[in-house]
């Protein structure tokens, strides 16, 4: 009886393996093909409600920063991820860094995408990758406005003159190039070297254009630009390396300088001269 009843069970399993064999069959033969990517109205990518963690330091004005009198981030970081998000559907959550480390920190996957102003290097290129450029800009000199009539070059000839800048930064490098190693002090943001600057402990900022005429328009009549140290600089987002996002990221960056609306951005947050 015991062996009757085994054969029985065993017929009855392999008659089952073939019945969900012949399901299975079945299911894969009716799956429709692979689509195309999805693609928004406007022909975009479509991230499909996708939630994108931008990084930002909220200490780099136009960029990014606090609104002291709303307590609200604000810039052109905020306005420009907003703009991308909305042509390729995704949803940006901004989260505050701190600069130093930031990039092993993006190499790491920490974030899905930095938006701090920040210039395009080779060096930098070999660790994360980037978004095609949305702006070009140099870098200058920011000085008290009591520095007197003294112009970049008599700045370089007084060795007594300190240099504040960003640490980690592009800025830092031309600092050094142009004034020297024992002349640049470093310093973790920019307030902190603007700060350092107002109160006289440092004689100068080596700090990208646009953010220097930020600080210089926020401290009227005490902030100047002595001149211009670089004009070369290409400026774009930054990616874990092998991202998917890059590609969605720079259609939605190149329609926008197709229709104008990159354009109005960079004038409205003075990256480029208004009308």
Known sequence: ?????????????????????????????????????????????????????????????????????????????????????????????????????????MAAGEYDVL??????????????????????????????????????????????????TQIGTTNEIVAKEHFGEDRVKSFETFDAAFLALLSGDVDGVVVDTITGQGYVKENEGKLKILGQLTSDEQLAFVFPPGSDLIEPWNAALKSMMEDGTLEQLNKKWGLIPGE
């Open 115 to 164: 938006a701090d102003g920040v210039t395009y290097t080779e060096e930098r290129d070999k660790v994360v990758d980037f978004s095609i450029p949305y702006v070009t800009v140099g870098q200058v000199l920011v000085v008290r406005s009591d520095c007197g009539k003294a112009d970049v070059d008599a700045f370089k000839a007084d060795e007594t003159k300190l240099v504040g």
């Open 1 to 105: 009886m015991f062996k009757s009843r085994f054969w029985l069970v065993l017929a009855l399993v392999a008659v089952l393996a073939l019945a969900l064999a012949a399901c299975g069959g079945a299911e894969q033969a009716t799956q429709a093909p692979a689509t195309e990517a999805a693609q928004t109205e406007g022909g975009l990518p479509d991230l499909g409600g996708r939630v994108v963690t931008v990084a930002v330091e909220n200490a780099y004005p136009p960029f990014n920063f606090i609104d002291e009198e709303t307590g609200e981030p604000k810039g052109w970081d905020y306005d420009a991820v907003r703009e991308i998000c909305k042509r390729i559907n995704c949803v940006p959550e901004f989260k505050e860094a701190a600069w130093d480390g930031i990039f092993e920190a």
